[in-house]
């Protein structure tokens, strides 16, 4: 069982900055496609980015792209997401999403092991 977790994460102005983590447990859980998605109060979850495993190939929605960065931190054993300028429209909770096959980089269904989520509040 892999075990994710987050870190990071708040509250943050419009145009300020965030750094999320998102860690395995265990360091031999380690060689898994992570994927970042956000929910908000009465939306549906959405995908935010992707990253494969060691990081050859990365996504982002269309609404974070030029503004997030998702990488992997190989010495903490997991990937971290940098939100820059953010938006009001970014508030919610996110969470992290790994496994070792995803088809599907932009579906959640694909996703097996989840972290804990954590809240952003950007105030305009």
């Known amino acids: 069982q892999v075990q994710l977790v987050q870190t990071g994460g708040g509250l943050v102005t419009a145009g300020g900055s965030l750094r999320l983590s998102c860690a395995a447990s265990?360091?031999?859980?380690?060689?898994?496609?992570i994927g970042w998605f956000r929910q908000a109060p009465g939306r549906d979850q959405e995908f935010v980015a992707f990253?494969?495993?060691?990081?050859?190939?990365?996504y982002y929605a269309d609404s974070v792209k030029g503004r997030f960065t998702i990488a992997r931190d190989f010495a903490k054993n997991g990937v971290y997401l940098q939100m820059n300028s953010l938006k009001p429209e970014d508030t919610g909770v996110y969470y992290c999403?790994?496994?070792?096959?995803?088809?599907?980089?932009?579906?959640?269904?694909?996703?097996?092991?989840w972290g804990q989520g954590t809240q952003v509040t950007v105030s305009s």
């Open positions: 990253i494969s495993w060691p990081g050859r190939n990365i």
């Open positions: 265990r360091r031999t859980d380690s060689n898994y496609h």
């Open positions: 999403a790994a496994d070792t096959t995803v088809p599907d980089p932009y579906d959640e269904r694909q996703y097996t092991y």
